[in-house]
């Protein structure tokens, strides 16, 4: 049923005597009359009115929880945690022990549409959970994660449940806590999908591979305290009597048929409106939140609760793109941060944590520990026994004691069935509270992704012999992404001495903290509707091999995941397969000409995240507007004039190694640009002047005899001579290669650091990038990976 207002509640706040009140519930008139306002010009208070009075408590409810989040997440803490902790705060634990602040913000008469608009917004927000939820993962289910799934439950459950038989032997038997302790073990033993895979995005470790195993893990522990939950309260609604029982089964089966049934199709019909990638129309959207609205109508008519609608409903859509993305990213934003609100707010205002006993506190907050050690203890043993490494076990029963807003809907439904009182209530509340902020900020503390493979070394262009397999990870975003790539492959001479393995991976952008997906993409697969939007640019890519047939293989990969854990994915395949070199596409876009057009700062987090992260070298392709088609794309650069600008570095080495390789390829055009200081380097760069000069010593040997490459010295004394000399470079060229990093303070760069906007491209890479240089040059800046990040 839909929250309604309890008398234990209203005593809460203290604004009615202990005596008035009926045992369940309480009649609080509302003159109706007042829904309109006058103004205060007219000597009357808008307080006194309920739609001025709904828009000062969404906008509080709202700002409260924006300011407690912006001070948190600054501990590492994520929103969940802020909305919970910023409804409790607008209670009577705190703003509303100020003087008439409850009596004017919340007077009682305003309850009712204040559950209105509550319970509105938790329905979207039950819906938003299902659509998030990929019920596919159930597929994914292996013996080793339903193990840790089963055990993350059963042994929290036995540990609570024993310890409640040993507690209620010894404790005073006319007490009434006494009674909701079985109640309370239980609801501390319960583990939550939506809730495990919330955190775990909040942490941004959804994409590694413990994060994949909590995913799958605690799926099976949601059903297993569903099981439990579910068969509980139908018990308890049917007063003891097992035909009742089987009714209410019975209910909610024919209540999930007729929404499968009804609401199946126009979800296919819908579906195949987006299946184009085209956007969503307004009017397919209202739809859809029409049958939300009428998915908790049905609920509610079977005897249900009102969320289980809306949820089903959600659970029925496809999450991740194209509709479940395009419902979360017109959805989240004024259900989490407008209507949301008013849940938390409306939830806070019943709880008065100074008003429970010391003593039914530490019973429940022991339980809550318990049932949280259990949940570690059942995750992390059944873990380490499948040969998972110590420290994600550990990792991973962290990740699983997650508690959130499922956990407080269910102290609410126990509250309200009468298994627990509200002096317990308010004591599980801020137990889950504390639990989940300690637990959060442990698990970020101990958990690091980018420690996970300490001991392994990278690989670079470099290092690899230039006529030996080199292995390239080429990261697609969209298809303008593919003819600069299949360019940029085709100029690194393929050929018998030299093959190209290339592993492609299309990167779709998740929305929301849907479950993410690494898709090995095998000829003989069918493209998933999530991701049909790939089928071209793996097309493009397998024709490109078949056109060097035998001397470039090519292995596509779908990845779905949130622009935060992007880099998880090309991390993880880069580190596996053992490439040399990830090549990402630029995020900004440009127009024939060189203006940006369009620019996706959340490809840039994922950008710096890759080159921080990479196991092996790094480039970034930025395509300046020459081919716009997956048409003829890699004659168009059939013969290419390429320069190498050299300052020096490891990066500017790396660079010069990726043009060696494309001097062996006969319609390649190859210069090296140096740009030399005239004076004498600091003593401190003397190992790093040493490098750069074998390496460019050993270009020269192997272009001796070479035609088609050219050596240009160039001396200069600051960096307005070094940028005029890349004002030379202007309309001459089809590709400019350029490491990212040069030496600290060099003279070469004096001046230029000042205008830095683009850090991920270094100061050389952000000029070239430039809207108004170079044309329509390509540009590939290059990070040679180096074990401790920089050696100069």
Known sequence: MAPTIEAEEIRVFGSMPRSNLIKNSILVCSNFSRLPHASIFDNSSPFTFMLPLLTLQLALASTTILL????????????????????????????????????????????????????????????????????????????????????????????????????????????????????????????????????????????????????????VSTLCSICVITSNVLWVDSKDDLLLFFESICCVIIFSALVCCTLGPLLLWEMKQTLGGQPLKQGNLVVLFAAVLMSGFWAHSFGLNIYFGPYLFGLLIPSGPPLGSALVEKLDVITNWMLLPMYFVRFGLTL??????????????????????????????????????????????????????????????????????????????????????????????????????????????????????????????????????IN?????????HSPIVVYMLHIIELKGVASPLLIPQKKTRRVSPKTRGSGPVIDAFRNFAETHAGLVSVFPFISVS????????????????????????????????????????????????????????????????????????????????????????????????LGARMNLRQNINLTLVRIRYEGDFPDRYTEGTQLDNESLAQFQTDISGNNCTKYIEEVVNDGAKTSKVLRTLEHHYDLVMVGRRHYDASPLLS??????????????????ASSDFLGNTTILVVQQHTDNGQDE
């Not at 530490?362 to 998972?388: C, D, M, T, W």
């Not at 420690?451 to 290092?463: A, D, E, N, T």
């Not at 940029?488 to 018998?496: Q, W």
């Not at 001046?751 to 070239?768: A, P, Q, R, S």
């Open 68 to 219: 407690t989040f912006s001070l948190l997440k600054r501990l590492g803490l994520p929103l969940m945690f802020a909305q919970i902790l910023g409804g409790i705060l607008v209670g009577p634990s705190m703003l509303s022990r100020i003087p008439g602040f409850l009596s004017t913000i919340f007077p009682i008469r305003s309850f009712l549409i204040m559950n209105v608009v509550s319970t509105m917004g938790f329905m979207f927000y039950f819906f938003l959970v299902g659509v998030q939820t990929d019920v596919l993962m159930l597929k994914k289910i292996t013996k080793k994660t339903f193990a840790i799934g089963f055990f993350t439950v059963s042994v929290p459950m036995i540990l609570t449940l024993s310890t409640t038989l040993v507690w209620m032997q010894f404790d005073d038997p006319n007490e009434k806590s006494v009674d909701t302790l079985p109640a309370i073990a239980e609801a501390e033993s319960m583990v939550s999908y939506s809730m495990v895979t919330y955190y775990l995005a909040e942490l941004r470790v959804i994409n590694s591979e413990i994060g994949r195993v909590a995913v799958c893990s605690s799926m």
């Open 751 to 768: 001046g230029l650091t000042e205008w830095h906007e683009n850090k991920e491209l270094g100061v050389i890479g952000d000029m070239l």
């Open 488 to 496: 940029l492959l085709a100029t690194l001479n393929p050929c018998k």
């Open 562 to 657: 949130p622009p935060q854990t992007m880099h998880d994915d090309v991390c993880e395949i880069a580190l596996e397969k053992g490439t040399s070199l990830v090549v990402i596409p630029f995020y900004k876009k440009f127009h024939v000409g060189g203006a940006v057009y369009l620019s996706k700062k959340s490809l840039k987090i994922a950008n710096q995240n890759v080159l921080d992260q990479a196991p092996c070298s790094v480039a970034i392709l930025i395509d300046r507007g020459t081919l716009k088609t997956l048409h003829a794309i890699w004659t168009c650069w059939s013969s290419s004039e390429v320069v190498v600008v050299f300052l020096g570095g490891a990066d500017d080495r790396e660079a010069l190694a």
């Open 352 to 485: 008065d944590i100074f008003a429970v006993r010391f003593k039914t506190y530490f019973k429940v907050q022991f339980y809550s520990l318990l049932g949280a050690f259990g949940k570690f203890l059942g995750a992390s043993l059944s873990a380490a026994s499948y040969q998972i490494p110590l420290r994600d076990a550990i990792s991973l029963g962290f990740f699983m004691t997650f508690q959130g807003i499922f956990e407080l809907l269910l102290f609410k439904l126990m509250k309200r069935k009468e298994l627990i009182g509200h002096e317990a209530f308010t004591a599980m509340c801020l137990s889950l509270l504390i639990s989940t902020g300690i637990i959060a900020s442990v698990s970020r503390c101990f958990y690091d992704p980018s420690r996970k493979h300490p001991g392994y070394i990278g690989r670079s262009v470099l290092q690899s012999r230039t006529h030996s397999q080199l292995r390239v990870l080429v990261c697609i975003h969209e298809e303008q992404n593919v003819p600069s790539a």
